[in-house]
């Protein structure tokens, strides 16, 4: 079913917007509309914009929140927006100098790795680091030379008396090192140097005054008792990590002895913030010197009326609202209201497309066919307590839709199972309280002998494809649609494909036929008006023009489309063999299980049995399903469902927000 809707339109003062939120549309589920859009004819609005000044503090509370484990405390209760100013003002300030802290810290140890990186490349040198920087009379350059032209630097460096360059780290690119020379000729060779692609690497201006500073004060040695440059870096970064790991320890500290107060505040801000989010959907107007918010949207019929009533006292607030058919505003959302058992079953109306407002819908007669026609294709007592059993297991533990279809499902196939005498695939075990599918044969006149199943499928599918064209009659009036009378699924398909099952019906029964001048009212006339659809519809509504397109297309279009209609009557029809083949190779499959297992021997292989029983259920059980889906989409909802509806989404869900902050 679904739910009856009520469109609303909310104006009040600017500054009693949170109040009317927080006071009344907390407590229903509102599916909001854009203001602007839905009151074009309304002059002089604007949006309702504003920054939300409370998402930045949200953010840093759930920061903050996320280093403790909360799911231990009890859902506590919204505190006051002063309270909350309150706990931010002694709060926020402890939090901050130990965040600052901690950054100082990081930013600290970003510099050392710096160092740490660029000094990496140049471990293997034989001299301490300190040593080499010292150097007065004797000018040093750390770099690195591209992998393809050392060579060549290499040549010349053995060739040159006036350079020594001693080699370090290598890597598939380049070869790290550093080159000595005099200083009276540092400028000179530092020219060639560059001319033999050597990319200089500035290590003294990393060591600022600070760190040789500290060096001096925090030494660190080699074996010889020379400063370590590289023992001093490793050391810092490792007595930093220190510092930040006992700077978080005291954040999580502050904030878990705070977890109640923070947690209470944050769910107080969680509602301010959504409310700033309908805003968004708000409008604003002015009149005189006041400012005026507009808030459109849809509520169920019910939820209105208890609305209405409560906010009625309210001399502050100003409310109006229309039923859906009103043609002002947009199509009514839908929101689907079906009994508990049912409601997994919506599942394949969301896949197809949720039902309009003035559309039937067809949850129920879905779950109803659904479940019946998989019981019927795939009938066994064993199997489908398996599919019944595991099907509700599974819902109960996941909470997963198909899992409680598929445990519908195996209700009926255990329910055919008995009228089938069939269990895990034995036939001869329980006695059949109908019929055995592949050995019950019917004969019928001018068809011959066939099989009873295959005639009770069609007789179904007849049946079914009556109810959808009458579904679809509803539909078309509640649509106030024109096909009602002339489409083939409306009230002149009715009746010819209604007389088209009678007359057969009659045929194969023996029974004498209706006299010729029936026939003629039956199906002859119902075939003229469908053919006449469009001329006559345009007659009904009265427009000048009858035909489009001329009469010769329209003759032309006319007989293809009957033969179209004609021939999807009697494939639409057909279709539903299948539900017979299905039963009936089901139990053929079964024999093919035994056989394996050498039961007809009396003996049989209960592996073979076990495993051939999962097989079937998995890939015949699947594709069973797949099969009755078909059925449903293809031959019953193309006849008399659209699925155009959009669904009805409170916006950030207010009831729900404060329903959890309570």
Avoid at 38 to 51: A, M
């Amino acid at each position: 079913m679904i739910e009856k809707m009520k469109f609303l339109s909310i104006t009040g003062p600017r500054e009693d917007f949170d109040r009317v939120l927080d006071q009344y549309l907390s407590k229903y589920d509102f599916h909001l509309e854009n203001a602007l859009s839905e009151l074009k004819n309304v002059s002089d609005l604007r949006p309702f914009v504003e920054v939300n000044p409370f998402k930045d503090t949200l953010n840093s509370i759930n920061l903050y929140l996320n280093l403790i484990d909360t799911s231990t405390v009890e859902d506590p209760d919204p505190c006051s927006m002063n309270g909350v100013d309150a706990l931010l003002h002694l709060l926020l300030p402890q939090i901050h100098e130990v965040e600052e802290k901690r950054t100082q810290l990081t930013d600290r140890r970003e510099s050392l790795l710096k160092i740490q990186r660029q000094l990496l490349p140049f471990r293997a040198l034989e001299h301490t680091m300190a040593n080499i920087l010292d150097f007065q009379f004797v000018s040093k350059h750390f770099g690195k030379v591209a992998a393809q032209y050392y060579s060549n630097f290499e040549k010349y460096v053995d060739e040159d008396e006036n350079t020594l360059f001693y080699k370090c780290e290598s890597t598939p690119d380049y070869i790290y090192g550093v080159y000595f020379v005099p200083s009276t000729m540092a400028a000179h060779v530092e020219a060639v140097y560059s001319s033999l692609h050597f990319e200089p690497v500035d290590l003294s201006s990393l060591f600022t005054e600070e760190i040789r500073q500290d060096m001096k004060e925090h030494p660190v040695l080699d074996a010889e008792n020379h400063p370590d440059y590289f023992a001093y870096i490793d050391s810092q970064i490792s007595k930093i990590d220190q510092e930040i790991n006992r700077t978080n320890q005291q954040l999580t500290n502050l904030v878990n002895l705070n977890k109640l107060p923070l947690l209470r505040a944050k769910k107080r801000l969680d509602i301010m913030s959504s409310h700033f989010e309908v805003r968004k959907m708000a409008a604003i107007t002015k009149e005189d010197q006041s400012v005026y918010f507009i808030l459109c949207g849809w509520m169920t019929a019910a939820d209105a009326k208890r609305f209405m009533k409560e906010s009625d006292s309210d001399k502050r607030i100003f409310v109006v609202y229309e039923d859906e058919e009103v043609d002002d505003f947009n199509q009514a959302p839908t929101k689907l209201k079906n009994p508990k058992i049912f409601k997994p079953f919506e599942m394949f109306i969301r896949m197809y497309g949720l039902p309009a407002t003035n559309e039937l819908d067809p949850t129920i007669f879905v779950a109803l066919t659904y479940t019946f026609i998989f019981g019927c294709m795939f009938g066994d007592v064993g199997q489908g307590l398996v599919l019944m059993i595991g099907g509700f297991a599974v819902y109960k533990w996941r909470h997963m839709d198909l899992a409680a279809i598929i445990g519908f499902a195996g209700i009926f196939s255990t329910i055919f199972g008995f009228l089938f005498g069939s269990i895990f695939g034995f036939e001869d075990v329980i006695p059949a309280l109908w019929l055995h599918p592949v050995e019950q044969m019917s004969d019928l006149p001018f068809v011959g002998r066939l099989n009873t199943v295959f005639i009770i499928a069609i007789a179904f599918g007849m049946g079914i494809i009556l109810l959808t064209m009458i579904f679809n009659i509803v539909n078309s009036v509640h649509a106030k649609s024109k096909d009602v009378l002339f489409d083939h699924n409306g009230i002149a398909g009715l009746i010819f494909y209604g007389a088209a099952i009678a007359v057969i019906v009659l045929f194969m029964t023996g029974n004498k036929l209706p006299a010729g001048i029936v026939l003629l009212v039956m199906f002859i006339l119902p075939l003229i008006l469908m053919a006449l659809r469009e001329p006559l519809t345009s007659l009904v509504e009265k427009k000048a023009k009858l035909i489009e397109g001329g009469k010769g297309m329209f003759v032309v279009q006319t007989f293809f489309e009957m033969f179209e209609v004609l021939l999807s009557y009697f494939s639409n029809t057909l279709s539903f063999v299948r539900i017979g083949a299905f039963a009936v190779s089901h139990a053929a499959i079964m024999e093919v299980v035994l056989m394996l297992a050498g039961a007809e021997n009396g003996a049989p292989n209960w592996i073979v049995i076990v495993i051939g029983n999962l097989v079937v259920i998995g890939l015949e059980g699947l594709i069973v399903g797949i099969q009755v889906l078909r059925l449903e989409y293809y031959e019953m909802f193309s006849r008399f469902y659209r699925g155009t509806g959009r669904e009805f989404k409170p916006f950030l869900n207010l009831k729900q927000l404060h329903e959890n902050k309570k």
